[in-house]
């Protein structure tokens, strides 16, 4: 009997060293690498792309196979030179939204959107911080500050609400590496001044 308890309390301490050493290494396994400012950027451009931010935020030009977006103006919303066309209003009235034939502004019930400058100019997005960025997406807030409008339709922003932390982090460090193109974009108007 004294032999086998003997075998056991020596046994003992090396179970437990494998144990925690096993428990150790699962745990090492499951974290993740460090997060970089190259990887956070890599992943926000991707999140971008397939978030589908080109569709309203970057001006396009007709292609062979439809709109495209100019290079050198990814990203940079609606362009403040062009002239918005006449909103037939009676369209709106059947319940029809109009977009503008590059897609960067919006017409409905609410009245005229128009797409942000998300570039890292400072008539983009370039003076925000993270944490304004962040209130915009989760709480809808025009420029992330409170006591603003809401962000206008078309813009999905409750989906983008549901981003991780760390991916809305990603997608605001991509925009702060864009190329900065200076453009202000017009304010929203009002339903009654598009008649």
Known sequence: ???IVFVITLLCPGFTAII???NARGAAELTHPAITKDSLIKRGAYLVAVMGCDDCHS???MGDHGPEVIPERRLSGYQQDLPLATVNGDEIKKGWVLFSPDLTAAAGPWGVSFAAN???DLTGIGSWTAAQFK???REGKFKGLDNTRPLLPPMPWPNFAQLTDTDLEAVYTFLQSTKPVKNIVPA???WAATK
Do not use: F
């Open 59 to 61: 001006p396009k030009r």
């Open 135 to 137: 209130k915009a997406l």
């Open 188 to 190: 929203p108007r009002q």
């Open 118 to 120: 998300l570039t890292s």
């Open 20 to 22: 925690i050493s096993c």
């Open 1 to 3: 009997m004294r032999t």
